[in-house]
């Protein structure tokens, strides 16, 4: 019997953590490119892609800062780009859609809820910071709520039809699943969804393996087989969570977005360390690493010579 595939997702620099918390965050798009490429190398079939303004590493969402990281992506690696529509908690929902829609990628991936989203206790580790809107923003976090509200999400889900760009649904809460039970049951949405469920962020599920067996029972009532799930443990439950989670069918998602950690008191000096760290358990537990075509296959994709970069 043939072992199962699975999807490592590489979640390269994201818009939680910030420059001054580790000097091996990829800021630049030349650093951004590289340790995308990198991941792929080591196994990522999927690189899941934010852009920060390689002025001070602010999240950004314009699309001048996504055209060189994109281009060199196009030309030295055919894994699959992932943009993201969530962008920064403190972003506007349409500013947060410009570069999937402007740029029409294979996949996209779509908040399924708002949500208070805590960063601050990350001031308790990290009291230095180089750029004022470091702090700033995890004080702010304090009164934050991220809005993806039934319009939004509406809104997201008709670009990406008409751009052929489907989904990583990220389930920060139960309540998410429902939510796009909901959108799929109105015809918004159909399969395979690429369902992420999310750990461990202050105002969504917590990271106990009960709460990961809660959104694995649920996302299996409400989708059947109609549905491949992947895993997003964030800091410390990074590789735990994925572990158990591969363990019980799921794809995997890694990288320095989700945590800056090898181990404790360790950090992941590249993505590519965290990618080549799944892998080996996965390969332990007698799994087979997915292409990036098989990629595309099981999640129904639209094929690269198709995007807009």
């Not at 965050?25 to 190398?41: D, F, H, N, Q, Y």
């Not at 570069?99 to 809820?113: D, Q, R, V």
């Not at 993806?148 to 008409?162: C, K, Q, V, Y």
């Not at 997003?232 to 890694?254: E, I």
Request: proline share 6%; hydrophobic share 40%.
């Amino acid at each position: 019997m043939p072992s199962r595939k699975v999807i490592i997702t590489s979640a390269v620099t994201g818009a939680i953590h910030t420059p001054s918390m580790s000097k091996y965050l990829p800021v630049s798009p030349e650093e951004i490119a590289e340790a995308a490429i990198g991941a792929a190398e080591a196994g990522a079939a999927v690189v899941h892609m934010h852009a920060r303004d390689p002025r001070d590493g602010r999240p950004s969402q314009d699309p001048e800062h996504f055209v060189p990281i994109l281009d060199s992506l196009k030309r030295n690696t055919d894994a699959v780009v992932n943009l993201t529509t969530g962008g920064s908690p403190h972003m506007s929902v349409e500013e947060r859609m410009r570069p999937a829609m402007e740029f029409k990628p294979e996949l996209a991936s779509l908040n399924m809820g708002s949500m208070n989203f805590g960063l601050y206790p990350m001031l308790e580790r990290f009291q230095e910071f180089e750029h004022d809107w470091e702090r700033e923003g995890l004080e702010k976090s304090r009164d934050l709520v991220f809005k993806n509200t039934f319009a939004d999400i509406e809104s997201i889900l008709a670009g990406g039809r008409a751009n052929g760009t489907r989904f990583e649904f990220e389930c920060y809460d139960i309540s998410h699943l429902n939510n796009l039970a909901h959108f799929r049951s109105r015809g918004l949405t159909d399969g395979p969804l690429f369902v992420q469920s999310v750990f461990g962020l202050l105002g969504g599920i917590g990271a106990h393996p009960e709460d990961l067996m809660h959104m694995r029972r649920t996302a299996d009532r409400l989708f059947g087989h109609g549905y491949e799930w992947s895993i997003l443990g964030a800091g410390r439950n990074q590789m735990p969570l994925a572990t158990m989670g591969a363990a019980m069918g799921s794809h995997v998602r890694v990288g320095l977005e989700d945590s800056l950690w090898m181990g404790p008191g360790r950090l992941a000096e590249t993505n590519a360390a965290q990618v080549t760290k799944i892998r080996t358990i996965l390969e332990a537990l007698n799994l087979e690493v997915a292409t990036p075509d098989e990629a595309r296959q099981m999640l129904g994709l639209k094929g690269r010579d198709n995007v807009g970069f």
